[in-house]
Structure formats: structure tokens, C-alpha cells
């Protein structure tokens, strides 16, 4: 019930091209969805986050999609850069409780 | 604007050692405080997290403790280390109700 499922594990997408990077919950309860970008050595920083009550949310090459009625959110990183290999976190929150993470997806953008 | 400290940046220890992490807050009062580890490669795995001074709520039971002695302060020990306890160990804080999380920039631990 607590778990946010991510997928894929790792990505690897040539420069220019779109990276895709999905996320399934259970908790409906849920209702704040962040996604968080870290570098080697650093710790996580948040990118872009959305709620429920939007569909997309868009922040300049980064997209976030929620479909509520799947309980899927997506992230999709346009024109993807060499700079944008990291490793990625969706997470799901309800009100003052801990964020559940998902497992991360290492992206590696090759030109 | 609010920032997080954390030390040192990276630590090595021997088997048998004590431990203390601390990290504070800058900027914000009465934050919610978290204590991180991740594995190499690895997700993110919440050890501890409090809500206001003095309360510590323990998700993994294991050789590590946590307090808070101050609002803006959280501190993570261990009396023993085990070879098990090396990771990359986080903090993080966040505001109220439905706020994004913030990290600190880590600290690697090697227990040799």
C-alpha cells in the first residue's frame, strides 16, 4: 500500500531524444508527487513536483503526467542532455508523513 | 532563505568505532527532520525521522540512534560500528504540511 513502484531501473537515451521514466502507487491517500534528480556524490534535489488535481505539469524540458485514475505519474525529459545523467526518484506524499521513494532510475544520456 | 548543513562531507571508521553525524537547519523553525542511508547504487532507505524536539521515530531497527536536541538540529550516532553501516548517509528537512523534502549534501562513511 506504501510503495511507489519506478521503472525503468536504468535508461539510456541518446542526446537529443526523450527520456521516459514511470511511476505506479496503491495509496490513493496519496496526494503530492515529487521527483528528485541526484548526481554522483550528492544528495538528491528536488526537479519538479505536481498534484493531483493537474494532469501535467511542465518545467522547462521536464513533464510530469499524472493519470489519478491509473494511480501512474510519469516524468519525461525532453531534448535530453549529457548533463541530465543522474539518477532519478519519484516519491508520493499525504500530509506530514514520510515520503515513500521509488528504487531510482540511473539515466545515462550518450551523445 | 533556508539551508542545510551536514558533516563532515565524508568519514572513515574503523569496526568497533563510535559515531556522530549531525546536521542543522538554517532559515526555518520546527521542521520535520530525517535521517537518510543509501547503499551504493542503491535507493534511499529512511532510518529516522522527527517531527519536533525530543521525538524520534525509528523505521529500520539496527546500531544506529538518532536525537534531536535542538529545533534545527538532528544527530545520528552509533555506540559500535559494523562493517554493514558503511553508506552515504543523508539529512533532510521539510515544512509543513504537503512540502517538498530538502537534502543535505551527505555524508560518505567507509568502516573499515
Known amino acids: 500500500q506504501q510503495q511507489v513502484k519506478q521503472s525503468p531501473q536504468s535508461l539510456i537515451v541518446q542526446k537529443g531524444g526523450i527520456s521516459i521514466i514511470n511511476c505506479a502507487y496503491e495509496n490513493t491517500a496519496f496526494d503530492y508527487f515529487p521527483w528528485y534528480q541526484q548526481f554522483p556524490g550528492k544528495g538528491p534535489a528536488l526537479l519538479i513536483a505536481?498534484?493531483?488535481?493537474?494532469s501535467e505539469k511542465k518545467e522547462g524540458r521536464f513533464t510530469i503526467s499524472f493519470n489519478k485514475s491509473a494511480k501512474q505519474f510519469s516524468l519525461h525529459i525532453m531534448d535530453s542532455q549529457p548533463g541530465d545523467s543522474a539518477t532519478y526518484f519519484c516519491?508520493?506524499?499525504?500530509?506530514?508523513?514520510?515520503?515513500?521513494f521509488g528504487k531510482g532510475t540511473r539515466l545515462s544520456v550518450i551523445a | 532563505s533556508q539551508t542545510i548543513h551536514q558533516w563532515p562531507a565524508t568519514l572513515v571508521q574503523p569496526v568497533g568505532s563510535p559515531l556522530s553525524l549531525e546536521c542543522t537547519v538554517e532559515g526555518t523553525s520546527n521542521p520535520n527532520l530525517y535521517w537518510y542511508r543509501q547503499a551504493a547504487g542503491r535507493g534511499l532507505q529512511l532510518l529516522f525521522y522527527s517531527v519536533g524536539i525530543g521525538q524520534i521515530s525509528s523505521e529500520v531497527p539496527q546500531n544506529l540512534s538518532a536525537s534531536r536536541p535542538q529545533d534545527r538540529q538532528f544527530i545520528l550516532s552509533s555506540k559500535k560500528l559494523l562493517l554493514s553501516d558503511s553508506g552515504f548517509y543523508l539529512c533532510?528537512?521539510?515544512?509543513?504540511?504537503?512540502?517538498?523534502?530538502?537534502f543535505g549534501n551527505g555524508t560518505r562513511l567507509t568502516v573499515t
Open positions: 505536481i498534484r493531483p488535481d493537474v
Open positions: 516519491a508520493a506524499l499525504t500530509g506530514n508523513t514520510p515520503l515513500v
Open positions: 533532510a528537512w521539510k515544512g509543513g504540511y504537503n512540502s517538498p523534502l530538502h
